[in-house]
DNA sequence: TATTGTTATACTCTATAACTATA
DNA sequence: TATAGTTATAGAGTATAACAATA
């Protein structure tokens, strides 16, 4: 069995990878300040297309529960996410994404995605990156926007 | 002149990229935190294989000066690098790596270079891949290890 | 007793401002 | 006066611990 050394190549391999990640952490950056939002509040907004109680919630963004707090405070006092109590279990706070959430939702993942890897590659060459980056990536899956948000795991 | 859209697609492709940092962010942290290093200190390691100011250091990984001072304290009290004063200024502290750190340094690149990416894939895929990806990433340059390390820029 | 959410608190990371020693 | 580095400090972001309400 070989062992596995990581030659010049590889490196240059990964570098182009950390070069792309930090062009959309650019363009997300640039998204959240035009929505005066920050990394936490966009990545939480992100994840309540589907409405979780706040504890779900820190679970899937991997944040202690005592953060959300705060967090879920900024985002209904703006009016884009509503605490609602669920009536089968009294101590837990259901949140949902109000209209106006849903509409700043909406323009915020279309800021996002025009993160420009899009522009730069015609429709061939694209396809078959996507084909060499999911086997590259293997088994690794639900990551996204929100994932990137977080320095930290 | 056609408007750009991002479809289904060239989102995934972005998602794939996100996962791919991801785990490279993962490993990353797995490697500092083997050599008990912060990813300020090892950003900072990482740049000092050729020799710097504080300020030239400080402009490299986008700190402001004022953070450069702790950063070398620790790694000059654990050894690996030495403040030397300019002989041609005397207010300029230039920072060269020691060989224990040199030691250090060999090893932590070592250890990222096993990211993964480098197995799940043939020799002929990881040349595609590059060149893709070189394309992708356009003009976009002198981006590595130590980019990865920082949260924002 | 165990769990959801809240509060208070502490620690890390980074920036700003004021200072010193040189230039 | 301007620059390199230092110090003190303040603000984010996140975690830990103790607590209240509910199960």
Redesign the pocket.
Known sequence: MKVKVASEKDVRLVELVIALFDEFREHANTCMAAFDL???HAAALLRLDTPL???ELADCL?????????I?DTLEQRGLVE?QVDPA?????RLVVTDEGSRVLVHLRKCFEEASLVSRLGDDERAQLRALLTKAVGDRTNTSWAEML???R
Chains 1, 2 share one sequence.
């Open positions: 920050s990394a936490a109680s706040q504890r991997k944040y202690d529960a005592s953060n959300i707090t705060g879920v605490r279990d009294r101590r837990v706070r977080r320095g930290r």
